[in-house]
């Protein structure tokens, strides 16, 4: 009897050692989807319009854009956070700007996805996003 009870101790401390220091599982990252991208009136630049969608809990990662970034909340609440200022909350029908350059990074801690209509203003070709160093 001692002994199956010295196998079931062993069995739960293997359960909950593994269990405590098992890495948690992060939230997946936005999904971005070109709707549109065109050449404009301005020689060399574009117009790039995306929808960028945040999951429940998730965070796009602190990144920069090439160029202006115009955007309008249409489902869910975002909070902004840009290095250097006061975070901001958005929710349905706000609209916010990020100039060129600036670091800052979505974060979703509502209960339902976050979808944002993104425009941006670039020279033609540029990437949209690059992570911040």
């Given at each position: ?29 936005p999904t971005?989807?070109?709707?549109l991208r ?68 979505g974060f ?26």
């Amino acid at each position: 009897m001692s002994r199956s009870v010295l196998c079931f101790a062993a069995l739960l401390s293997i359960l909950v050692t593994s269990s405590a220091s098992a890495p948690r599982a992060e939230a997946p990252g936005p999904t971005r989807t070109v709707l549109l991208r065109r050449a404009i009136s301005v020689p060399g630049y574009e117009e790039v319009m995306v929808e960028t969608e945040i999951p429940v809990g998730g965070r796009e990662g602190r990144h920069t854009h090439p160029g202006t970034m115009f955007a309008r909340v249409e489902q869910g609440t975002v909070r902004l956070d840009h290095e250097g200022t006061q975070s901001a909350v958005y929710k349905v029908g706000d609209s916010y700007f990020v100039d060129a350059g600036n670091v800052h990074e979505g974060f979703n801690g509502g209960d339902v996805p976050v979808k944002i209509l993104v425009t941006f203003v670039v020279k033609t070709g540029d990437l949209l996003t690059t992570p911040a160093k």
